[in-house]
DNA sequence: CCAACCTTGACATGGCCGTGGTAAGGTACC
DNA sequence: GGTACCTTACCACGGCCATGTCAAGGTTGG
């Protein structure tokens, strides 16, 4: 058979025998077995295992992210929900005029007024 | 300004006063504050953290994946990454012939590039 | 000036992630 | 048929996430 078992494509890789199981059972890679259960990495898992490392060190997040990335992938309508949030970004809470807010607003809560005449000079963190 | 204070805030999203600072350093949310420094929530910010609750509820994920999300957002390298990754998904190696192993491989990579290609001319601003 | 509220910082905890190890048992193949 | 390799399952551990809580000190507004 061309395909490696495991602990050759560990070291063909870089991953570890454990990680490679691990990252099977994370669902990030399809593998095909042998009769008797043994996992075979051909040419293509291992291309994409080479890529999947360079892809964690070069851009410094781990399995998991890469878990949610395909849900995104997977479920519009969680990316939808994610893009209305992101789209939605508020610019920093501004001054809205005085007089508005104040004739909404002035029932509900005595108001900070002063405070929130100021508010826009700061910047720390 | 009809801003709330933290603990307030805290009792009107169903947040924790703590969570919400949690939040804010976390970059999810911007403020503004006060003169002296308090945390001043606006109907915006209220608002933004209710949508909040009800996304990692209905979703089932949290702050890191909502952070990571925006990474995929602003940074389109580590978009395009992932996006060539997820392409490349293979077929289960079982039913392909040894023979075809090399032809398939090739195939992959010639969509690879292409597709790295295409990405690269729609992103050159 | 004072009570109530806010700030940052630190310690604590439970849970999941990434990783290693080991044990008990099946497979490959010479 | 024996040796080397594979399988699954479980225990462990350090790290980070999401939270809570507490302490020491500053802000707010009557």
Same mark, same amino acid.
């Given at each position: 058979?061309?395909?490696?078992?495991?602990?050759?494509?560990?070291?063909?890789?870089?991953?570890?025998?454990?990680?490679?199981?691990?990252?099977?059972?994370?669902?990030?890679?399809?593998?095909?077995?042998?009769?008797?259960?043994?996992?075979?990495?051909?040419?293509? *898992?291992? *291309?994409?295992?080479?890529?999947?490392?360079?892809?964690?060190?070069?851009?410094?997040?781990?399995?998991?992210?890469?878990?949610?990335?395909?849900?995104?992938?997977?479920?519009?309508?969680?990316?939808?929900?994610?893009?209305?949030?992101?789209?939605?970004?508020?610019?920093?809470?501004?001054?809205?005029?005085?007089?508005?807010?104040?004739?909404?607003? *002035?029932?509900?809560?005595?108001?900070?007024?002063?405070?929130?005449?100021?508010?826009? *000079?700061?910047?720390?963190?």
């Amino acid at each position: 058979m061309d395909a490696l078992t495991i602990n050759e494509a560990a070291r063909t890789t870089g991953w570890s025998p454990r990680m490679l199981r691990y990252i099977e059972r994370a669902g990030l890679l399809e593998l095909s077995r042998s009769a008797g259960g043994y996992r075979l990495y051909g040419p293509a *898992q291992l *291309q994409r295992l080479r890529t999947l490392r360079e892809l964690l060190a070069r851009f410094g997040f781990g399995l998991a992210e890469l878990g949610f990335a395909r849900r995104l992938r997977s479920e519009p309508e969680l990316r939808r929900a994610l893009d209305d949030w992101f789209e939605t970004e508020p610019a920093r809470p501004e001054f809205i005029a005085p007089d508005d807010w104040l004739r909404w607003e *002035q029932e509900k809560h005595q108001a900070l007024i002063a405070a929130a005449t100021h508010a826009n *000079q700061l910047e720390a963190v």
